[in-house]
T-cell receptor, first 111, second 117 residues
Framework: RKEVEQDPGPFNVPEGATVAFNCTYSNSASQSFFWYRQDCRKEPKLLMSVYSSGNEDGRFTAQLNRASQYISLLIRDSKLSDSATYLCGLPRDNYGQNFVFGPGTRLSVLP | EAGVVQSPRYKIIEKKQPVAFWCNPISGHNTLYWYRQNLGQGPELLIRYENEEAVDDSQLPKDRFSAERLKGVDSTLKIQPAELGDSAVYLC???????????????FGPGTRLTVT
C-alpha cells in the first residue's frame, strides 16, 4: 500500500449536494492528519486538522477510522466555491519525521 | 498578519543553469518546509527546518539541490545545475511551534513556478 492514497476524481456534484471522499494511509501508528484545499494554480490552504476521532467546522466534517486506516472529508450543502482539489497529509512516521501528502481529490461543484 | 512570502513567482531558465528561490516565513513560525509539486500530484517534501537546523532532508536530491536557513528566519533553496525534470512549482510553508514535535499545521506561500528549457 502507498503511504497515502486518494481517489483523484473528479467528483462532479450539483450545488447543495453532500459529498465525501476518503484518504487511506499505511502507517497504523499515525496520530495526526490534515486536510488541505488547493485551488487551481494556487497554494494549498489548511482546511482542517484531525487528531482524534474527528473534527467539524461548519459544513465540513472530518472523521478518522483507525481500524481501516482512513480519514474522510464530508462536505454538506456544497457551494460552487468548494470546487478545488482536496489534499490529505500526515507525518510519515511516529517521530513526526517528514510529512507526506496524497495526490489529492478534485471536486467540481456544478450549478 | 503577513503570510509566507516567496520570490520570484516565476522563473524560466535553460538546463544546466543555476536557480535560487527565496522564502520568508510567517513571523514566529519556527518550522519551515520546502516542497516541490508537479502537475496533478500532491506536494513532495524536500526539506524541513526547525529554526536553523535541517531535520528532514532525506528527499532532497543533494547532488544538485541545496538549502540554507541562516539565523532561523528566511531560507533559500538552490538548484545547480537545473535539469529539465526540475520543472515544477516550488512551495515554501511554515508552521508555528507545536508541543514536543512540529504542529504540521502548515501555511504555504504562493510558490515559484520553475520552467527549465
Amino acid at each position: 500500500r502507498k503511504e497515502v492514497e486518494q481517489d483523484p476524481g473528479p467528483f462532479n456534484v450539483p450545488e447543495g449536494a453532500t459529498v465525501a471522499f476518503n484518504c487511506t494511509y499505511s502507517n497504523s501508528a499515525s496520530q495526526s492528519f490534515f486536510w488541505y484545499r488547493q485551488d487551481c494554480r494556487k497554494e494549498p490552504k489548511l482546511l482542517m486538522s484531525v487528531y482524534s476521532s474527528g473534527n467539524e467546522d461548519g459544513r465540513f466534517t472530518a472523521q478518522l477510522n483507525r481500524a481501516s486506516q482512513y480519514i474522510s472529508l464530508l462536505i454538506r450543502d456544497s457551494k460552487l466555491s468548494d470546487s478545488a482539489t482536496y489534499l490529505c497529509g500526515l507525518p510519515r512516521d511516529n517521530y513526526g519525521q517528514n510529512f507526506v501528502f496524497g495526490p489529492g481529490t478534485r471536486l467540481s461543484v456544478l450549478p | 498578519e503577513a503570510g509566507v512570502v516567496q520570490s520570484p513567482r516565476y522563473k524560466i531558465i535553460e538546463k544546466k543553469q543555476p536557480v535560487a528561490f527565496w522564502c520568508n516565513p510567517i513571523s514566529g513560525h519556527n518550522t519551515l518546509y520546502w516542497y516541490r509539486q508537479n502537475l496533478g500530484q500532491g506536494p513532495e517534501l524536500l526539506i524541513r527546518y526547525e529554526n536553523e537546523e535541517a531535520v528532514d532532508d532525506s528527499q532532497l536530491p543533494k547532488d544538485r539541490f541545496s538549502a540554507e536557513r541562516l539565523k532561523g528566519v528566511d531560507s533559500t533553496l538552490k538548484i545547480q545545475p537545473a535539469e529539465l525534470g526540475d520543472s515544477a512549482v516550488y512551495l515554501c510553508a511554515s508552521s508555528p511551534p507545536g508541543f514536543g514535535q512540529p504542529s504540521y499545521e502548515q501555511y504555504f506561500g504562493p510558490g515559484t513556478r520553475l520552467t527549465v528549457t
